[in-house]
Protein backbone atom coordinates (compact mmCIF):
# COMPACT_ATOMS: atom_id res chain seq x y z
CA UNK A 1 0.00 0.00 0.00
CA UNK A 2 1.30 3.22 -0.84
CA UNK A 3 -0.20 6.79 0.65
CA UNK A 4 -0.75 9.15 -2.15
CA UNK A 5 -2.10 12.22 -0.52
CA UNK A 6 -2.89 13.67 3.21
CA UNK A 7 -5.63 16.42 3.49
CA UNK A 8 -6.22 18.49 6.30
CA UNK A 9 -10.06 18.88 6.99
CA UNK A 10 -11.13 22.03 8.28
CA UNK A 11 -14.86 23.06 9.40
CA UNK A 12 -15.73 26.22 8.80
CA UNK A 13 -19.49 27.77 8.48
CA UNK A 14 -18.13 30.65 6.04
CA UNK A 15 -16.46 29.50 3.13
CA UNK A 16 -15.75 32.96 1.48
CA UNK A 17 -13.08 33.35 4.80
CA UNK A 18 -11.32 29.88 3.25
CA UNK A 19 -10.98 31.41 -0.35
CA UNK A 20 -9.74 34.95 1.35
CA UNK A 21 -7.03 33.41 3.28
CA UNK A 22 -5.71 30.46 1.46
CA UNK A 23 -6.38 31.17 -2.30
CA UNK A 24 -6.29 34.74 -2.62
CA UNK A 25 -3.84 35.44 0.19
CA UNK A 26 -1.11 32.28 0.07
CA UNK A 27 -2.23 31.36 -3.44
CA UNK A 28 -3.21 28.09 -3.41
CA UNK A 29 -5.62 26.36 -6.24
CA UNK A 30 -9.16 25.37 -6.09
CA UNK A 31 -8.88 21.77 -6.89
CA UNK A 32 -12.27 20.67 -5.60
CA UNK A 33 -15.78 22.11 -5.23
CA UNK A 34 -18.79 20.44 -4.72
CA UNK A 35 -20.40 23.49 -2.40
CA UNK A 36 -20.40 22.03 1.00
CA UNK A 37 -15.93 21.42 0.82
CA UNK A 38 -13.75 22.90 -1.33
CA UNK A 39 -10.57 21.64 -1.54
CA UNK A 40 -7.49 23.93 -2.22
CA UNK A 41 -3.86 22.92 -2.95
CA UNK A 42 -1.31 22.93 -5.63
CA UNK A 43 -2.15 21.79 -8.94
CA UNK A 44 1.85 20.99 -9.40
CA UNK A 45 1.67 17.79 -8.51
CA UNK A 46 5.52 18.20 -7.07
CA UNK A 47 3.74 19.13 -3.66
CA UNK A 48 5.52 16.41 -0.82
CA UNK A 49 2.98 13.76 1.19
CA UNK A 50 4.02 14.74 5.04
CA UNK A 51 2.45 14.55 8.46
CA UNK A 52 3.82 15.51 11.56
CA UNK A 53 3.39 14.19 15.01
CA UNK A 54 4.85 17.21 17.83
CA UNK A 55 5.20 17.84 21.23
CA UNK A 56 5.77 21.33 20.58
CA UNK A 57 6.21 23.61 17.91
CA UNK A 58 10.15 24.16 17.93
CA UNK A 59 11.32 27.21 20.20
CA UNK A 60 9.15 27.08 22.85
CA UNK A 61 5.69 27.93 20.61
CA UNK A 62 2.39 25.99 20.31
CA UNK A 63 1.86 23.16 17.65
CA UNK A 64 0.77 24.68 14.47
CA UNK A 65 -2.42 23.01 13.54
CA UNK A 66 -0.72 23.50 9.61
CA UNK A 67 2.50 24.01 8.34
CA UNK A 68 2.31 25.73 4.57
CA UNK A 69 5.52 26.25 2.94
CA UNK A 70 6.72 29.07 0.44
CA UNK A 71 8.69 30.66 -1.24
CA UNK A 72 8.68 33.97 0.07
CA UNK A 73 8.15 34.52 4.27
CA UNK A 74 8.33 38.12 4.39
CA UNK A 75 6.01 38.36 0.98
CA UNK A 76 3.32 36.03 2.90
CA UNK A 77 4.08 37.90 6.07
CA UNK A 78 3.25 41.20 4.89
CA UNK A 79 0.31 40.33 3.18
CA UNK A 80 -0.95 38.81 6.20
CA UNK A 81 -0.32 41.35 8.26
CA UNK A 82 -1.69 43.71 5.68
CA UNK A 83 -5.08 41.75 5.60
CA UNK A 84 -5.63 42.08 9.04
CA UNK A 85 -5.05 38.68 10.55
CA UNK A 86 -3.31 37.92 14.15
CA UNK A 87 0.38 37.74 14.08
CA UNK A 88 1.41 35.56 16.66
CA UNK A 89 4.82 34.30 16.58
CA UNK A 90 7.71 35.88 14.12
CA UNK A 91 8.77 36.37 11.73
CA UNK A 92 12.21 34.29 12.86
CA UNK A 93 14.95 32.63 11.50
CA UNK A 94 15.14 29.47 13.57
CA UNK A 95 18.26 27.30 14.40
CA UNK A 96 17.13 24.58 12.04
CA UNK A 97 17.38 26.54 8.62
CA UNK A 98 13.66 27.91 8.52
CA UNK A 99 12.06 31.74 8.65
CA UNK A 100 8.45 30.82 9.83
CA UNK A 101 5.80 33.13 11.48
CA UNK A 102 3.09 31.81 12.83
CA UNK A 103 -0.31 33.42 12.13
CA UNK A 104 -4.30 32.40 13.05
CA UNK A 105 -6.39 31.70 10.13
CA UNK A 106 -10.18 33.17 10.17
CA UNK A 107 -11.22 29.91 12.33
CA UNK A 108 -8.84 30.02 15.08
CA UNK A 109 -6.21 27.67 13.71
CA UNK A 110 -2.84 28.26 14.02
CA UNK A 111 -0.56 27.98 10.65
CA UNK A 112 2.68 28.12 10.47
CA UNK A 113 4.45 29.65 7.19
CA UNK A 114 7.99 28.70 6.49
CA UNK A 115 10.44 28.79 4.24
CA UNK A 116 14.28 26.67 4.03
CA UNK A 117 16.84 29.40 4.02
Do not use: C
Not at 23 to 36: F, K, R
Not at 95 to 110: A, C, E, I, S, T
Request: charged letters at 25%.
Amino acid sequence: MKVNRIVSNIEVKDMAQAQRFYQEILGLDLLMDLGWIRTYGSSDQSMTVQISFAREGGSGTPVPDISIEVDDVDAAFGAMKAAGFAVEYGPVDEPWGVRRFYVRDPFGKLVNILAHR
